[in-house]
């Protein structure tokens, strides 16, 4: 589901902006999207409120599929320490997912694919992490 290079762990950031922006930072680096998508997942909160923040310590950062995005991709940045997005039920968040498709049917589907990962158990694994291969074990390549 998330290769290797898709994946941080012990990212130091003040902001739920800055955790998007590292978390989107690694899908532009892989060619997968632009600077203009990041910005858009970030534009998306500003405009919609915490939505992202699917359930809690976790957030799924996307913005509409568009020209902007080269292909389908998920990235995960494990947080140092929680940040606040402004979700009162699932505030603070510690696992910032970022993904990007080139339609709705890939956004749908990289959806469904997370969602059968995240379960307590799971998440709270997920949130101690201290490095990739932890992450990997978990979730898979």
């Not at 998007?20 to 919609?48: H, R």
């Not at 799924?60 to 599929?65: E, K, S, V, Y």
């Not at 959806?111 to 379960?119: C, E, Q, S, V």
Request: charged fraction near 25%.
């Amino acid at each position: 589901m998330l290769k290797e290079s898709r994946i941080k762990t012990g990212v130091k950031v003040a902001t739920w902006q800055e955790a998007i922006k590292v978390a989107g930072d690694i899908l532009v680096n892989v060619g997968s999207c632009t600077d203009d998508y990041v910005e858009a997942m970030i534009a998306s909160v500003e405009d919609l409120g915490p939505y992202i923040v699917i359930t809690p310590h976790v957030a799924l950062a996307h913005a509409r599929p568009s020209p902007q995005v080269n292909r389908a991709d998920m990235s995960l940045v494990v947080l140092d320490q929680a940040v606040e997005f402004g979700s009162d039920a699932n505030d603070p968040v510690k696992l910032v997912f970022a993904f990007c498709a080139t339609d709705d049917e890939g956004h749908l589907e990289q959806l469904g694919k997370l969602a059968t990962h995240l379960n307590p158990e799971t998440i709270r694994k997920l949130s101690e992490a201290k490095g990739v291969d932890d992450v990997i074990a978990l979730l898979g390549e």
